[in-house]
């Protein structure tokens, strides 16, 4: 099976004026993504993902210094010019985003704003750029797409939007597209539309997925192999089946737990230890915090 | 047993601001539900589906069309001076992110003690002392007294909201979407303190949300909210193994189900 990414010892520091320098935002994680596979990291609020995942598309602002080794298609991502950055990050990775309308400019048709991506990439007429964005909407499920082209995002519903916005990041058919979280700000009925959708992709296309998400049920839906994120750390990595029947880090053992999808009605849940607390993590810094208002 | 709360054809239409815009379906048309005393009514449904105008009608902070809202046998719309203010004590709101119902200037410690002093809960030189207990009731370390919310974590801020809406010993606890914005092992420590606070206190809630995971866990009864309406009401039980309308079973098959045995797609196809 061939690894489309590749992370080696990846560690990410976000450098601050002053003051005491925060633990890494990305400590030591090394994975390998195959190709064709959608690959889930899953995590609580704060555990690095979306910094890993900006990581992989160079995206982190210029405070952040990352080391190690982050490679696409055998290629070093880390330390890339930005020159070679720009053809490959539309050729070969796309990414989207929870909030689809962060995305899309709201004064234009939304079809016009695809086209503008195929254009940017591939020397085609604008009439051929249309007509493959039309193809592209019909594709992600937009019924009666050419009618719809012309539309501005507001006409469209949240999940619409977060279709448009699949259809954009198709335009150059990428071989890796990170998701980081794209159905959180979704209703579950169309959660599930948009997850199918994306299964559909890679199935249809090959495309390799790299799942970004806080929400176990999300990966038990569509992931073939998952990694658990935790203080920056990569906790472990397992097939979902392995991770669902048999989570080894007491972290993992400790989320599932806590789900109440999965306990009894109406029984307590168990706690998760302080050790692996993501509030007890927190806690520090909120302190600090506390202490410097008081004193200032 | 009587219920303790009673909402009987509520509607509610809000005008759609622009006034040459097509008027918006009613965000409540003609809903009703009943919450025995000490019981927990989930209200699950999509977003715009009506659940937080519910809420605020019974809460009294919304004004139906028309329907009417009866608590403890008496109508709400008619209560004023002195009946609306014990309303107001024993039925109490707790939201999403209580960053919204927390003064932002207030300590923890002094939010909670507004609310003795609002309704007057205890003698005044007693209160200090009720702040502690209520910290300790909701699991908060009392060395956060003097925290404003802003440096307190979600789950803190949250229990924080839960202590200052059980200082007026409320019989009813309006809970809309208490633990959407929490992190999952947070929102498992909410969880269990309102389930604790419904079997030591015999607290009974509307339990809102929609996350139907969370709600079934938590409810004796669950009435499910679309467009306004709801289209199904029952046991919890009932609801989660029969539901009788498409639009839960739809809810049903949304759910996202981690289980031991994933249901699982067939293998991805190699590409060539
Ligand atoms: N631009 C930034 N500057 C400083 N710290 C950041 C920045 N972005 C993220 N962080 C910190 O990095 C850590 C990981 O954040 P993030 O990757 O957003 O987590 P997640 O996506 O898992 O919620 C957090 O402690 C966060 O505060
Ligand atoms: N203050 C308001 N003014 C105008 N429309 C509102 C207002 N509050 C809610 N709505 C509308 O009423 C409907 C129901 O909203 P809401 O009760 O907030 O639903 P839910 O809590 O289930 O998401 C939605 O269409 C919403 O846009
Ligand atoms: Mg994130
Ligand atoms: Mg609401």
Request: glycine share 8%; with cysteine.
């Amino acid at each position: 099976m061939s690894v489309i990414l590749s992370l080696d010892n990846v560690g990410v520091r976000f450098n601050t004026a002053g003051a005491a320098q925060p633990a890494p935002a990305v400590d030591g994680v090394s994975l390998q993504v195959h190709r064709g596979e959608i690959f889930g990291i899953v995590g609580e609020s704060g555990s690095g993902k979306s910094t890993l995942a900006n990581a992989v598309m160079d995206l982190l602002p210029a405070n952040a210094a990352v080391s190690g080794s982050i490679r696409i298609n055998d290629r070093e991502v880390v330390g890339l010019d930005d020159e070679a950055l720009r053809s490959m990050r539309g050729d070969e990775v796309s990414m989207i985003f929870q909030d689809p309308t962060a995305s899309l400019d709201p004064t234009w048709p939304v079809g016009d704003q695809i086209a503008e991506t195929i254009r940017a990439h591939y020397p085609v007429t604008a009439r051929q750029a249309k007509a493959r964005a039309i193809a592209l909407m019909g594709e992600v499920g937009i019924a009666d797409a050419a009618a719809r082209y012309g539309d501005v995002p507001h006409r469209f519903s949240g999940g619409q939007r977060q279709r448009i916005v699949i259809a954009a990041a198709l335009a150059n058919n990428p071989q890796l597209l990170v998701a980081d979280e794209p159905t959180t700000a979704l209703d579950v009925t169309i959660q599930a539309q948009v997850l199918q959708l994306i299964d559909k992709l890679r199935r249809d296309h090959g495309t390799t997925v790299l799942l970004i998400t806080h929400d176990l049920g999300v990966v038990s839906m569509i992931c073939d192999r998952v990694g658990v994120m935790y203080g920056g750390k990569l906790l472990e990595t397992a097939t979902t089946e392995a991770l669902f029947a048999n989570p080894a880090h007491p972290y993992t053992r400790a989320l599932f737990a806590a789900n109440p999808a999965g306990a009894p009605r109406g029984a307590r849940l168990p706690v998760i230890p302080a050790e692996w607390s993501v509030e007890s993590l927190r806690e520090a810094e909120l302190l600090r915090a506390a202490i410097g208002a008081a004193n200032g | 047993m009587a219920d303790l709360l009673r909402v009987e054809h509520l509607r509610k239409s809000y005008t759609s601001g622009r006034p040459w815009g097509r008027k918006p379906p009613p965000a409540l048309n003609d809903v009703s539900v009943s919450v025995a005393r000490g019981r927990t009514l989930g209200l699950v449904g999509e977003s715009g589906s009506g659940k937080s105008t519910l809420g605020r009608c019974i809460l009294g902070l919304t004004r139906p069309d028309s329907g009417a809202v009866i608590f403890d046998g008496v109508e709400v719309q008619a209560l004023s001076g002195r009946a609306l203010a014990d309303f107001r004590r024993r039925v109490q709101p707790v939201f999403q992110d209580p960053f919204g119902s927390l003064d932002p200037r207030w300590s923890a410690g002094r939010s909670v003690r507004e609310s003795l002093d609002c309704f007057g809960i205890g003698a005044p030189a007693d209160r200090e002392r009720r702040v502690l207990d209520l910290f300790d009731r909701v699991g908060l370390n009392p060395a956060l007294a003097g925290r404003l919310p802003t440096h307190l974590s979600g789950g803190q801020r949250q229990r924080v909201g839960i202590a200052a809406a059980l200082a007026s010993e409320p019989e009813l606890i309006i809970a809309d979407e208490p633990v959407s914005a929490l992190d999952m092992s947070v929102q498992a420590q909410i969880l269990n303190l309102l389930m604790d606070l419904q079997k030591d206190l015999g607290v009974a809630s509307v339990f809102i949300s929609h996350d139907l995971g969370v709600v079934e866990h938590v409810s004796d009864e669950i009435a499910v909210m679309y467009r306004g309406e709801i289209v199904e009401t029952g046991d919890t039980e009932t609801v989660m193994t029969s539901p009788r309308h498409d639009y839960t079973r739809t809810l049903l098959a949304a759910i996202p189900r981690p289980r031991s045995s994933a249901p699982r797609r067939p293998p991805c196809p190699q590409p060539t």
